[in-house]
């Protein structure tokens, strides 16, 4: 009895064991997934860092960009005014000589005596 008693013992840790043992295994595999999904997720969001800074670096170019473009867009604003204001100084300045110009031929053909030959055709 003593020797069926222990053999029943002896299976029942043997179960126990192989139990155990699964039990261990499929740990082990858990472990072993979580691992490499941490690893995973871990060079996602290195991957992810990457790209953010990447794209941090090509915002700050389009903004030095952008303001390079605007200071260009004013400068040339000012420019256009200025040319504006030029061409009609001289529109005035061709418009005040065109005036003294016609100021000039009045009184000069006013002061220009006329002579009887002027105006008749001569004959010979």
Do not use: F, H, Y
Not at 56 to 68: D, F, K, M, P, V
Not at 97 to 119: C, H
């Amino acid at each position: 009895m003593e020797l069926q008693r222990c053999k029943m013992e002896l299976d029942s840790a043997r179960v126990a064991e192989s139990k155990a043992s699964s039990s261990a295994d499929d740990l082990m595999s858990t472990l072993q997934q979580l691992s490499a999904e941490s690893l995973a997720a871990q060079k996602e969001a290195e991957e992810m860092k990457r790209k953010a800074d990447e794209l941090r670096s090509e915002a700050e170019a389009a903004r030095i960009t952008l303001t390079e473009a605007e200071s260009k867009l004013q400068a040339a604003l000012k420019e256009a005014e200025e040319a504006k204001e030029a061409e009609a100084r001289a529109l005035d300045q061709i418009k005040e000589l065109s005036e003294k110009a016609n100021a000039v031929r009045s009184s000069t053909s006013e002061s220009v005596p006329k002579s009887p030959s002027q105006g008749k055709s001569s004959s010979p």
